[in-house]
Structure formats: C-alpha cells, structure tokens
Nanobody, 120 residues
Framework: QVQLMESGGGSVQPGGSLTLSCSASGFAWYKSEMKWFRQAPGKERELVARILPRGGITWYAASVKGRFTISRDDIKKMAFLQMNDLKFEDTAVYFC?????????????WGQGTQVTVSS
C-alpha cells in the first residue's frame, strides 16, 4: 500500500523556520522524483521544490529560492523541506509528491498535506 505522510507543519512568526518531513512506503523510492507543492486558500497548487532520484539535482520556485532547501534520505525513504526566513505568503498547505515511471505509466502519489501558517 502506497503511503506518503507529511509532518512538521505548524505556526511560526515571519522570519522563522520550519522543517517538513515526508515519510514514504509502498513504491519504488529509489527511482522516484520527490516534490513539495503548496496550496494557499483560493489559489492553485504550486510546485515549490523538487529533487531527482539519488539527490543529485534540485529545483526551486523563484519565490522560495535561497530560503528553502529540499533533501532526501534514501535509506530512510524520507524527503525534507527546510524552510527558513518564512514570510506571510508562505502560508499554505504543503503536500509531498512522488513521481515515477511504473509499468502502468507515469504515476503520481500524494500525501495528505500539512498546514504551515506564518503569522505575527
């Protein structure tokens, strides 16, 4: 059974930091690209960061570049999003996503999301 479970969300003041974690099981982790998306109220879900298998290459949205860091632990099958210097506009539900090519074709798996609220 595929599972992606996020944790680490919460409330923080502007300028603060949070680290989100995503625990994965039930699919071929080693060939999965891991991504973090976020969705703010009334807005579309947007891609925040991505990391290729074996952690060699990363990508960040312009709005978070230099403040967020994505990483993965291939032994523990976990992905992380370190978020520093958080801003009001970072408030959103953050989702962990796994993308991989399975025998049936391109496949996306999603976590249930974790709320991040930046407020003073």
């Amino acid at each position: 059974q595929v599972q992606l479970m996020e944790s680490g969300g919460g409330s923080v003041q502007p300028g603060g930091s949070l680290t989100l974690s995503c625990s994965a099981s039930g699919f071929a982790w080693y060939k999965s690209e891991m991504k973090w998306f976020r969705q703010a109220p009334g807005k579309e879900r947007e891609l925040v960061a991505r990391i290729l298998p074996r952690g060699g290459i990363t990508w960040y949205a312009a709005s978070v570049k230099g403040r967020f860091t994505i990483s993965r632990d291939d032994i523990k099958k976990m992905a992380f999003l370190q978020m520093n210097d958080l801003k009001f506009e970072d408030t959103a539900v953050y989702f962990c996503n796994a993308f991989l090519l399975e025998d049936s074709g391109p496949t996306n798996y999603w976590g249930q999301g974790t709320q991040v609220t930046v407020s003073s």
